[in-house]
């Protein structure tokens, strides 16, 4: 199947999708309730896209493309509450949070579907290990060449929004001191890390997806796990490292934070992107993950050294005549209160661990955070 | 110290007897996919038609007291289960829970009345019929390791069954305490008194054990022990006043439920030592029941069987849809509830010591019941649940 046209779309119009935990009420453990949560939710239409997951712990919903904070915040707001009201009836949690604190991979049942029934085939446990939950964020692009320019620019930026999401700091019953621990399941993925190099779309599209789809690992972009990838079909880029957050207004700030980096780098306000650039890309990733906001940065350029949380807040500095322009303002407003007062969800979570040393009530907080 | 070895020998052969059925049971579970409980009451049942289980009254008594503290285990299980919370946001849960019981003391009544048994015996068939057992219910759904809608209701269900089968035990009590004093003052302060002490005692333990093991920083094993003591105590108290051990049991579980934020987690099924009660629990009951000694009986036992699960299918079917769930799950959700509830037979005994003529008359016919459901209801609702899709998967990497 040969790559699809990159169906060019509104610049800088969003989507996002959410994938959450569906949590029993008695001992807080994922529930296996995704197929009864989906009949549910469908005797009614749904305010946006609901479909399963990997799992059948966890489902995924999608919001329609916006343009505006207060929109795609709306939007979210009332999948929640629809969902939160199925869950109810069926005595089921939800929750944010990139990891469940104390699942056991190993008791997951796989979705039963044959697209998840083949790749729990083709991955083994992985694929069980892989009920993690992640928020991906959809910018529009105008073409497919400034869609690629941007990923590669975005490359360097990447660890904020790790930082900023990052809320699985359990996992398998343990603290396991990351911030976020779920892109660590991510990575055991043969096609997960980072896109080629490559800043024309005709050459992605001939000299390397071609290439690779002859050598019958890959049929098409879904088959990769990049940390951000084109997708062609919608005209978009998709950032995928974000844990999804403990709350739908956090996810919705976050994307209108990367909306507005990429309206600055469609601007040309940043400098073009190089292969180079990537020297330093695991281990900022790695820094973000382990650390979240007090993990270190180095600059792909100038090779100084700068803490995430001020170079977070210095690019929310720099971006905010584009927020005024796109609306978001007050979100990223609140991104920078974050960082600075409460921390991320990550830490949220600890702090009610080091309060109760019980990991269902971490569990707990999870599932009031997200009703709130 | 005199050394009484025929006493000792006496009660040699129980051990013995929970290692055949233990061993029974891991070769049904593992070999034919029956579940464990099913392989625990054949062996009881064998081993009552082989040897006189006759005892000493000291000895009954404390089987007796065994088995109560181990089904109080299982009711302070499924009490922590119990969302009372869920049955506000979605009434038609507690709904189908009410219809459900009501049709099955129904239809029961009506067979037994229309295969030719008196009124007192009809009522308490009825119910007795009522009561689905937490016992056999819970260790099916957790050797499968079962999650879902099914299960999930299921379990609730059960829980409002058995309390609802209480009551209305206690009011066949009464109705029959009624005819025989005409004091209906009588009959209805046994029933409400019952209830209250009961759960009284339940909350008499559950206040200050929170506190306890928040002070003593318990992990999981201090918090099972402690857990475990606790329902053994109530057992006892609740049997030294004459009221409802497992209603005590129950309430204790829904108590410890809300403090769970504060405690750590204790063993699922109390670990071992639930697992072992559990062995004992099956064995136990199973060897008191009796083969129908006629064909008749048998006839009637199944008929009886029969007519009480497809009072509850249809029951739970009516209700899946408005209650959220498939008509389809409803139905599945009725099947699970088939076993019957250990404690019919624990409850006889219990309202035998209690004083009530009534309950050796209506024995035959509640054992024959009993017996051919400790043997087809679990498979009952390994069949629904693993219908439902709500089993773990075995999976081969």
């Given at each position: 199947?040969?790559?699809?046209?990159?169906?060019?779309?509104?610049?800088?119009?969003?989507?996002?999708?959410?994938?959450?935990?569906?949590?029993?009420?008695?001992?807080?453990?994922?529930?296996?309730a995704?197929?009864?949560?989906?009949?549910?939710?469908?005797?009614?239409?749904?305010?946006g896209?609901?479909?399963?997951?990997?799992?059948?712990?966890?489902?995924?919903?999608?919001?329609?493309?916006?343009?505006?904070?207060?929109?795609?915040?709306?939007?979210?707001?009332?999948?929640?509450?629809?969902?939160?009201?199925?869950?109810?009836k069926?005595?089921v949690?939800?929750?944010g949070?990139?990891?469940?604190?104390?699942?056991?991979?190993?008791?997951?049942?796989?979705?039963?579907?044959?697209?998840?029934?083949?790749?729990?085939?083709?991955?083994?446990?992985?694929?069980?290990?892989?009920?993690?939950?992640?928020?991906?964020?959809?910018?529009?692009?105008?073409?497919?060449?400034?869609?690629?320019?941007?990923?590669?620019?975005?490359?360097?930026?990447?660890?904020?929004?790790?930082?900023?999401?990052?809320?699985?700091?359990?996992?398998?019953?343990?603290?396991?001191?990351?911030?976020?621990?779920?892109?660590?399941?991510?990575?055991?993925?043969?096609?997960?890390?980072?896109?080629?190099?490559?800043?024309?779309w005709?050459?992605?599209?001939?000299?390397?997806?071609?290439?690779?789809?002859?050598?019958?690992?890959?049929?098409?972009?879904?088959?990769f796990?990049?940390?951000?990838?084109?997708?062609?079909?919608?005209?978009?880029?998709?950032?995928?490292?974000?844990?999804?957050?403990?709350?739908?207004?956090?996810?919705?700030?976050?994307?209108?934070?990367?909306?507005?980096?990429?309206?600055?780098?469609?601007?040309?306000?940043?400098?073009?992107?190089?292969?180079?650039?990537?020297?330093?890309?695991?281990?900022?990733?790695?820094?973000?993950c382990?650390?979240?906001?007090?993990?270190?940065?180095?600059?792909?350029?100038?090779?100084?050294?700068?803490?995430?949380?001020?170079?977070?807040?210095?690019?929310?500095?720099r971006?905010?005549?584009?927020?005024?322009?796109?609306?978001?303002?007050?979100?990223?407003?609140?991104?920078r209160?974050?960082?600075?007062?409460?921390?991320?969800?990550?830490?949220?979570?600890?702090?009610?661990?080091?309060?109760?040393?019980?990991?269902?009530?971490?569990?707990?907080?999870?599932?009031?955070?997200?009703?709130? | 110290?005199?050394?009484?070895?025929?006493?000792?020998?006496?009660?040699?052969?129980?051990?013995?007897?929970?290692?055949?059925?233990?061993?029974?049971?891991?070769?049904?579970?593992?070999?034919?996919?029956?579940?464990?409980?099913?392989?625990?009451?054949?062996?009881?049942?064998?081993?009552?038609?082989?040897?006189?289980?006759?005892?000493?009254?000291?000895?009954?008594?404390?089987?007796?007291?065994?088995?109560?503290?181990?089904l109080?285990?299982?009711?302070?299980?499924?009490?922590?289960?119990?969302?009372?919370?869920?049955?506000?946001?979605?009434?038609?849960?507690?709904?189908?829970?009410?219809?459900?019981?009501?049709?099955?003391?129904?239809?029961?009544?009506?067979?037994?009345?229309?295969?030719?048994?008196?009124?007192?015996?009809?009522?308490?068939?009825?119910?007795?019929?009522?009561?689905?057992?937490?016992?056999?219910?819970m260790?099916?759904?957790?050797?499968?390791?079962?999650?879902?809608?099914?299960?999930?209701?299921?379990?609730?269900?059960?829980?409002?069954?058995?309390?609802?089968?209480?009551?209305?035990?206690?009011?066949?009590?009464?109705?029959?305490?009624?005819?025989?004093?005409g004091?209906?003052?009588?009959?209805?302060?046994?029933?409400?008194?019952?209830?209250?002490?009961?759960?009284?005692?339940?909350?008499?333990?559950?206040?200050?054990?929170?506190?306890?093991?928040?002070?003593?920083?318990?992990?999981?094993?201090?918090?099972?022990?402690?857990?475990?003591?606790?329902?053994?105590?109530?057992?006892?108290?609740?049997?030294?006043?004459?009221?409802?051990?497992?209603?005590?049991?129950?309430?204790?579980?829904v108590?410890?439920?809300?403090?769970?934020?504060?405690?750590?987690?204790?063993?699922?099924?109390?670990?071992?030592?639930?697992?072992?009660?559990?062995?004992?629990?099956?064995?136990?009951?199973?060897s008191?029941a009796?083969?129908?000694?006629?064909?008749?009986?048998?006839?009637?036992?199944?008929?009886?069987?029969?007519?009480?699960?497809?009072?509850?299918?249809?029951?739970?079917a009516?209700f899946?849809?408005?209650?959220?769930?498939?008509?389809?799950?409803?139905?599945?959700?009725?099947?699970?509830?088939?076993?019957?509830?250990?404690?019919?037979?624990?409850?006889?005994?219990?309202?035998?010591?209690?004083?009530?003529?009534?309950?050796?008359g209506?024995?035959?016919?509640?054992?024959?019941m009993?017996?051919?459901?400790?043997?087809?209801?679990p498979?009952?609702?390994?069949?629904?649940?693993?219908?439902?899709?709500?089993?773990?998967?075995?999976?081969h990497?």
């Amino acid at each position: 199947m040969p790559l699809e046209t990159f169906h060019a779309s509104g610049a800088l119009s969003m989507g996002i999708e959410l994938e959450l935990q569906l949590v029993g009420q008695h001992d807080r453990d994922l529930a296996s309730a995704a197929t009864d949560l989906l009949e549910l939710t469908r005797r009614k239409p749904f305010p946006g896209d609901i479909k399963p997951e990997m799992t059948d712990s966890m489902i995924e919903v999608a919001t329609d493309i916006h343009v505006r904070h207060d929109a795609l915040l709306s939007q979210l707001e009332a999948m929640r509450d629809t969902l939160l009201d199925s869950a109810g009836k069926l005595n089921v949690s939800l929750c944010g949070g990139g990891t469940h604190p104390f699942q056991h991979w190993y008791e997951r049942r796989i979705f039963s579907a044959p697209r998840f029934q083949q790749l729990s085939g083709l991955y083994g446990y992985l694929a069980k290990q892989f009920t993690v939950f992640g928020q991906h964020v959809h910018i529009g692009m105008p073409d497919a060449d400034s869609a690629l320019r941007v990923l590669h620019t975005l490359g360097r930026y990447v660890p904020h929004f790790i930082a900023l999401s990052a809320s699985s700091p359990f996992s398998q019953g343990s603290d396991t001191l990351f911030d976020s621990a779920r892109l660590n399941s991510v990575f055991a993925f043969p096609l997960s890390g980072r896109a080629p190099f490559a800043l024309e779309w005709h050459h992605f599209e001939h000299d390397y997806f071609a290439n690779m789809e002859a050598t019958g690992i890959v049929r098409s972009m879904k088959d990769f796990y990049w940390d951000i990838r084109p997708k062609p079909e919608y005209g978009t880029i998709e950032l995928r490292v974000c844990d999804t957050p403990l709350t739908v207004g956090r996810a919705a700030e976050i994307a209108v934070y990367l909306q507005a980096l990429c309206s600055s780098i469609l601007a040309g306000e940043e400098a073009g992107p190089v292969e180079d650039d990537y020297l330093v890309y695991t281990y900022n990733r790695f820094q973000a993950c382990r650390f979240g906001l007090d993990g270190l940065l180095v600059h792909p350029r100038t090779h100084d050294t700068v803490t995430l949380r001020d170079d977070i807040d210095a690019t929310l500095a720099r971006l905010e005549p584009h927020a005024r322009l796109l609306g978001s303002t007050q979100a990223l407003d609140s991104l920078r209160h974050m960082i600075s007062a409460d921390g991320n969800d990550a830490c949220r979570l600890r702090t009610v661990h080091a309060r109760t040393h019980n990991l269902l009530a971490v569990v707990d907080e999870a599932v009031a955070a997200f009703a709130q | 110290m005199v050394f009484e070895a025929g006493r000792i020998f006496a009660l040699v052969g129980w051990p013995a007897l929970l290692l055949a059925a233990w061993l029974a049971g891991e070769i049904a579970h593992r070999g034919l996919g029956v579940p464990r409980v099913c392989a625990y009451a054949l062996a009881g049942i064998v081993s009552s038609a082989l040897a006189d289980t006759h005892t000493t009254p000291e000895t009954a008594a404390a089987l007796s007291f065994l088995a109560n503290f181990a089904l109080g285990l299982f009711l302070f299980e499924l009490g922590h289960r119990i969302n009372l919370r869920w049955l506000v946001t979605n009434p038609w849960i507690l709904a189908s829970g009410i219809a459900e019981s009501l049709l099955t003391f129904a239809v029961v009544r009506w067979i037994a009345l229309a295969m030719g048994q008196p009124e007192s015996i009809a009522l308490v068939l009825g119910a007795l019929s009522v009561a689905t057992s937490p016992a056999a219910l819970m260790r099916v759904a957790n050797d499968l390791r079962c999650s879902g809608q099914v299960t999930e209701r299921a379990l609730h269900l059960c829980a409002i069954n058995c309390l609802l089968s209480v009551l209305l035990m206690k009011g066949a009590i009464g109705y029959w305490q009624l005819l025989a004093s005409g004091s209906l003052g009588s009959a209805a302060w046994n029933s409400i008194a019952i209830l209250a002490v009961s759960v009284g005692c339940g909350i008499l333990i559950g206040i200050p054990l929170p506190w306890l093991l928040r002070r003593l920083h318990a992990d999981e094993r201090g918090v099972t022990t402690v857990f475990a003591l606790a329902v053994m105590l109530v057992t006892l108290l609740t049997q030294g006043v004459n009221v409802s051990p497992l209603l005590a049991a129950l309430t204790l579980g829904v108590l410890m439920r809300r403090n769970r934020l504060a405690l750590a987690a204790a063993q699922r099924n109390f670990g071992a030592l639930g697992d072992l009660l559990a062995l004992f629990l099956f064995v136990y009951v199973a060897s008191m029941a009796t083969w129908p000694s006629t064909a008749v009986g048998l006839a009637l036992a199944v008929l009886l069987s029969a007519g009480r699960i497809a009072a509850k299918m249809v029951a739970t079917a009516a209700f899946a849809r408005v209650s959220g769930t498939s008509t389809r799950k409803g139905a599945l959700t009725g099947l699970a509830l088939a076993p019957l509830s250990t404690f019919a037979l624990l409850l006889l005994e219990y309202s035998r010591s209690a004083g009530f003529g009534l309950a050796d008359g209506s024995l035959s016919a509640i054992a024959g019941m009993v017996i051919v459901m400790e043997l087809a209801g679990p498979l009952f609702a390994q069949w629904a649940l693993m219908l439902a899709g709500e089993t773990q998967h075995k999976e081969h990497y």
